[in-house]
């Protein structure tokens, strides 16, 4: 026997699975178009949103895997270059000691 809290969190899974991602947040998934459940219903059986996200990590680790693999790979983003900074910062902070206008 299938429980409906069980079909709804396969629902859920798959469902993330075809939007490519999973939603983080209950007011998020409350505000997109074409979900599977209305929120209320889902917290009815599950209690809360982190309760969910959980489970379908758990129970649907294939899902999850899936998904991490359809979104693009985030580019790094450069480092600043402290030392060039301070240097800069060093030289503003002498010239105005010096009395010279930047």
Do not use: C
């Amino acid at each position: 026997m299938r429980y409906r809290r069980d079909t709804m969190l396969d629902n859920l899974a798959y469902y993330f699975l075809e939007q490519g991602r999973i939603i983080e947040t209950a007011r998020e998934y409350s505000r997109t178009s074409g979900v599977p459940y209305r929120l209320k219903l889902v917290l009815k059986y599950f209690n809360s949103w982190e309760r969910v996200i959980r489970m379908i990590q758990t129970n649907y680790p294939h899902v999850v895997e899936q998904i991490a693999l359809q979104q693009e790979p985030a580019t790094p983003v450069a480092k600043p270059d402290i030392q060039a900074q301070f240097a800069a910062a060093k030289a503003v902070a002498l010239e105005l000691e010096n009395g010279k206008d930047i």
